[in-house]
């Protein structure tokens, strides 16, 4: 009785152990395969607005920067070095003692020219990749590359194309616009550092402090330079987004009395 028992329990432990090792191997085949797996499916049903702004938007972010650090523009004309950028002069004079003359008329519309220009080519790409990226995957694409723009709106910038899009496969899918999207609040920064110019234009100089009292939630800089040039850095606190730029207005030579 005991020789049966003793048996019994061998066969159980042999049934545990099996069954022990086929959940082990399973784990294994799910953890090597399944995320692989995983991971194409989502590929495949990604949707082209999404792939649009994932194809495009680390680029717009960088470029975004760029000129926030640069004074609007990707290759300034007329520029200082600050902290290894080079600055572009919003407002400038290289006569003594002579209020500056505004160098952009037109601030927000300049850098959505410069933001366009610079990824014209980046746009053209991800779309011409998403059209063969789809049709490896077995979908008739039609697309209609149209043209895009870039727009500074209150806390973000928006990359707008007028490209559409037609995926069939099992069905037919359209798409008539794409966007993309970075939360930056250039266009503010932008307006303000305009605002900055007009006083620099008129009185020689502005005061940090008037406008950070009625805007609180940015913090503004002046720094003297040697040459007489003041660098204004515009500084979002919650984000940190930064807008710099230069401005030379009414400078004393050095001697000069004022």
């Not at 707008?160 to 899918?173: G, M």
């Amino acid at each position: 009785m005991k020789e049966v028992l003793l048996k019994s329990k061998k066969g159980q432990v042999t049934i545990f152990v099996i069954i022990a090792l086929v959940i082990v191997v399973a784990g294994v085949l799910i953890y090597f395969f399944y995320p692989g797996l995983t991971s194409t499916a989502t590929s495949l049903d990604e949707n082209p607005r999404s792939y649009i702004q994932n194809c495009i938007e680390n680029n717009l972010e960088e470029n975004v920067m760029i000129v926030g650090l640069q004074g609007g523009s990707l290759e300034p004309s007329s520029y200082i070095i600050y902290g290894g950028n080079t600055v572009e002069y919003l407002c400038y004079t290289n006569e003594n003692y002579k209020t500056c003359v505004p160098q952009r008329a037109a601030l927000v519309s300049h850098i959505e020219k410069e933001l366009k220009d610079a990824l014209a080519l980046r746009v053209t790409e991800c779309f011409s990749q998403m059209r063969s990226d789809y049709t490896s995957r077995g979908y008739t694409v039609v697309l209609d590359s149209d043209k895009f723009n870039v727009n500074l709106l209150p806390d973000r910038v928006i990359l707008h194309s007028n490209s559409t899009l037609t995926l069939t496969r099992a069905s037919t899918e359209r798409y008539d616009s794409f966007d993309v999207i970075v939360n930056n609040n250039l266009y503010e920064l932008a307006s303000i550092a305009r605002n900055i110019v007009s006083w620099e234009e008129q009185y020689g100089d502005s005061d940090p402090a008037y406008f950070m009292y009625y805007y609180p939630h940015l913090k503004i800089e002046k720094k003297l330079q040697s040459d007489g040039s003041k660098i204004y850095i515009i500084t979002e606190r919650e984000t940190g987004n930064i807008f710099q730029f230069a401005v030379r207005s009414v400078v004393w030579p050095l001697g000069a009395s004022s």
